[in-house]
């Protein structure tokens, strides 16, 4: 479970239906005295292209990770407190055929602690094709999203599934099921939406100093995953624009070192923690 969870969770990182985006997340310590804060700033820019409503998307994330250890390791944790994640997107999107919209993203992106600049082995390639078809004009209004997303990270030489599908079978509620994210919500007025969310994040960054470990193990990568279900609330300021919280606990997380081939070497994390998240977004969707 944890394994996929990585897999998918690596997978979906980055890959947003966000224009702009400006996000807190809070991990608080758990039992293995591990907490982390994620701040993330998000912003693509769609540029139509011609008359036939061609749009190349051009944009940039950026995610800062502060981890914190109460507990002491068999290591120096000193290269372990700060990591940074740089995207760079740059997309596509046209209409397929009468039925359906094609958008296709490339995203290099620089994963790293950054402690002696930028190297070669910080930087990671990233791709994602889907396609997408909606109706909200429907008596019920649905949207279907099918699509593979290739990410170096995850350590697989083959592209990974994407799939979503919403259904508004109600005027004051809606579902979305799919990977890496499937939702049940409630709409009690067009300015108000309460829901619960089941959802993979996690994040796979270079270390540019290795870590020596025992057993003569060696530490270049830290990774992330978890399975989180969280409660959620979003204010609609606009269609578009929402400030949104969600509060929750991860299902399954596990946090390890690894090493230049991917292998997990040493176990940081695999302890459930409370998860927080607050922000502000104008979406597509």
Excluded at 230 to 246: C, D, E, I, M, P
Aim: charged share 20%.
């Amino acid at each position: 479970m944890c394994l996929i969870g990585f897999f998918l969770a690596q997978m979906s990182f980055g890959q947003s239906t966000d224009i702009l985006r400006v996000e807190y997340l809070n991990i608080p310590e758990n039992d293995t005295g591990i907490k982390t804060q994620r701040y993330k700033f998000l912003f693509n820019l769609p540029i139509k292209l011609n008359e036939k409503k061609d749009y190349l998307v051009t944009g940039l994330e950026y995610n800062r990770f502060d981890v914190g250890y109460s507990q002491n390791f068999p290591f120096d944790q000193s290269e372990l407190n700060r990591f940074h994640v740089i995207d760079l997107n740059l997309g596509f999107i046209t209409k397929w055929n009468e039925n359906w919209n094609f958008v296709g993203i490339f995203t290099p992106r620089l994963a790293s602690n950054f402690t002696n600049g930028v190297q070669t082995s910080d930087l990671f390639l990233n791709a994602t094709a889907t396609l997408w078809k909606e109706n909200q004009q429907a008596s019920k209004p649905f949207r279907i999203v099918l699509g593979l997303s290739y990410n170096s990270t995850t350590g697989l030489p083959i592209p990974l599934p994407l799939i979503s599908y919403y259904r508004r079978f109600h005027p004051k509620w809606s579902y979305t099921l799919g990977i890496p994210r499937s939702r049940f919500e409630y709409h009690p007025s067009p300015k108000h939406t309460f829901g619960f969310t089941l959802l993979l994040d996690g994040y796979f960054i270079n270390i540019q100093n290795d870590i020596a470990l025992p057993d003569n193990q060696i530490g270049s990568r830290i990774s992330l995953s978890a399975l989180v279900g969280a409660f959620g609330y979003q204010y609609h300021l606009s269609k578009r624009a929402s400030l949104f919280a969600l509060v929750g606990r991860s299902i399954e997380q596990i946090g390890e070192l690894r090493n230049d081939d991917r292998s997990a070497v040493f176990l940081l994390n695999e302890e459930a923690n409370l998860y927080i998240r607050t922000g502000f977004k104008i979406s597509i969707f």
